[in-house]
């Protein structure tokens, strides 16, 4: 049974920080590509940023030089590093693992005030 499971979400004053953790189980984690997707009311999913399996990153313009993706294969786990955030990334934030197949998680809600 494949899980993905986030953390780390939650409240936030702008310019604030947090760390997202997503620990997968049932998939050979090292060879998927992972994946933060977000979630805002009323607006439609979308990729934060991507870590392939090779280890090379892609992100949304709008968190490049503000977010980091990275991963510990020997953990299963993926993070999501979020420095200087702003109201607008306030979302329900996604992990995402593709290969054959794709999975999420339950997702973690982030609220940044202003």
């Known amino acids: 049974q494949v899980q993905l499971v986030e953390s780390g979400g939650g409240l936030v004053q702008a310019g604030g920080s947090l760390r997202l953790s997503c620990a997968a189980s049932g998939i050979d984690f090292s060879s998927y590509n992972m994946a933060w997707y977000r979630q805002a009311p009323g607006k439609q999913r979308e990729l934060v940023a991507r870590?392939?399996?090779?280890?090379?990153?892609n992100y949304h313009d709008s968190v490049k030089g503000r977010f980091t993706i990275s991963r510990d294969n020997a953990k299963n786990t993926v993070f999501l590093q979020m420095n200087s955030l702003k109201p607008e990334d306030t979302a329900v934030y996604y992990c995402n693992a593709r290969l054959h197949y794709i999975y999420w998680g339950q997702g973690t809600q982030v609220i940044v005030s202003s």
């Open positions: 870590i392939f399996s090779g280890g090379s990153t």
